[in-house]
């Protein structure tokens, strides 16, 4: 049993969000790109819900000063720009688009009348002005015009008189828009050059939520990550903290690091604690 102690509140609420056929590792992951909080599950099972900005250790790890707890010589980084997006677009369902009004005149003899795009939503119908009554051709009976959802067009009833030429029938309808959003960090770009990436996820209907897994995705992903390894007498550090990291002789200057794994190595005369970090070249 997964136990839910260290659930913060306070995140950024999300409107709509859908999972189809996902493990729950992804969902939080997409969760997690959403809100730019993170989560872990640690050594006791118990499941960590923070502001990753926020959860920041009470020690700094640092090789130089007077509270230098690094042990000489073990501190090892690489910058690793493999994983570089920072132009990403996002393909998803569809939306339904604004109200969309469209325009036509009888002849005195047409009664089905085409409009652009299929139909995605119960239309309204004037004709001259008025308001007439719809439903839904093949179901229902004794209406003023019908439609069906996915077909582009509108039916008057058979018993109506055909629209004449002065006659001017408006359809007021939605339709469904392919969800597409894009975004790109320029400030990387100038300094990396384009990295274009493409998500797609066509259970994803909502432009609000697509934009806030790009932006996920872009402050993951827009400048290369820094990973490293180093040996600590800190006995207090766990997988999933924050923690501010020192190492100059290797350009890394008070950089916010998220701890990866922690281990412990034991032996007559020696307790040395190894952690593995992840962090990001800031901007």
């Known amino acids: 049993t997964i136990t839910s102690n260290n659930v913060q509140t306070g995140a950024p609420l999300i409107d709509y969000v859908q999972f189809f056929h996902k493990s729950a590792f992804d969902c939080f992951n997409q969760l997690s790109q959403i809100t730019g ?3 872990y599950v640690d050594q006791n099972k118990d499941f960590h819900w923070f502001n990753a900005a926020n959860n920041l250790a009470t020690v700094v790890l640092s090789s130089v000063g007077p509270g230098a707890n690094i042990v000489k010589g073990s501190a090892q980084f690489t910058s690793d720009g493999s994983q570089l997006k920072n132009k990403i677009t996002f393909y ?3 939306y339904l688009s604004n109200p969309w009004a469209e325009y036509q005149t009888g002849d005195g003899q047409r009664k089905t009348f085409f409009t652009t795009y299929p139909i995605a939503a119960v239309p309204v119908v004037y ?3 008025t308001q007439k009554i719809v439903g839904v051709d093949g179901t229902d009976v004794n209406r003023d015009f019908y439609y069906v959802i996915g077909k582009n067009y509108v039916r008057q009833d058979s018993s109506e008189a055909a629209l004449a030429s002065t006659d001017v029938l408006e359809v007021l ?3 469904h828009v392919p969800l597409i959003e894009q975004a790109q960090v320029d400030d ?3 300094k990396y050059g384009l990295f274009e990436y493409a998500m797609t996820d066509a259970s994803v ?3 609000t939520q697509a934009r806030a897994m790009i932006q996920g995705q872009l402050q993951e992903y827009a400048y290369p990550k820094i990973n490293g390894t ?3 007498w800190e006995p207090t550090l766990a997988s999933g903290q924050m923690v501010t990291v020192n190492v100059p002789d290797q350009g890394i200057n008070n950089v916010a690091m998220k701890i990866t794994q922690v281990e412990h190595q034991i032996s007559a005369t020696e307790y ?3 952690v593995t970090l992840q962090g990001q070249v800031t901007p």
């Open 272 to 274: 040395d604690i190894t």
């Open 92 to 94: 998803g369902g569809s």
């Open 205 to 207: 209907k909502d432009r």
């Open 188 to 190: 990387s770009i100038a």
């Open 173 to 175: 309808y939605q339709y």
């Open 127 to 129: 004709v001259n002005g």
């Open 37 to 39: 909080w993170d989560w």
């Open 230 to 232: 180093l040996d600590t």
